[in-house]
């Protein structure tokens, strides 16, 4: 309590507890906001790598691939899009190589194409090791 001579021992005590513990909530709060915030660009980089390598494996199907598509869908690989001039430089963020392939099929007139890539850190879900 307040007297003549000011705050006592035991209620710095208190007011010290109480502040470093707002302290610790709040650095809390903002490391899980850093790294949500880092792990939510992480994942656009890859996505905008997957979204490049559809278009180009696209590309490669409108122009370059001679055989009808169906539902059994074919796999273009980086090789087959590199011979066409139609490759991705898939690196990660620190410069190593990635492995990816595209995945395409039709189906009831319309074309799907899905991008698979591996990554030090990152894979696409689905992506199959032995492709």
């Not at 000011?6 to 109480?18: A, D, K, Q």
Request: overall charge negative; proline content about 0%.
């Amino acid at each position: 309590m307040l007297n003549k001579n000011g705050w006592g021992l035991n209620e710095m005590l208190i007011l010290s507890g109480i502040l470093i513990l707002f302290l610790f909530v709040a650095i809390y709060f903002i490391y899980t906001m850093y790294s949500d915030a880092a792990e939510s660009f992480n994942d656009k980089y890859y996505q905008g790598l997957e979204e490049e390598l559809e278009k180009n494996a696209k590309t490669y199907i409108d122009n370059y691939y001679d055989d009808v598509l169906n539902s059994d869908g074919i796999i273009i690989s980086k090789e087959d899009l590199a011979k066409h001039n139609l490759d991705v430089a898939l690196n990660d963020k620190m410069g190593r190589d990635c492995a990816g392939y595209v995945k395409a099929s039709k189906t009831k007139g319309e074309t799907n194409i899905d991008a698979y890539i591996s990554c030090i850190g990152y894979e696409t879900k689905g992506y199959e090791r032995e492709r």
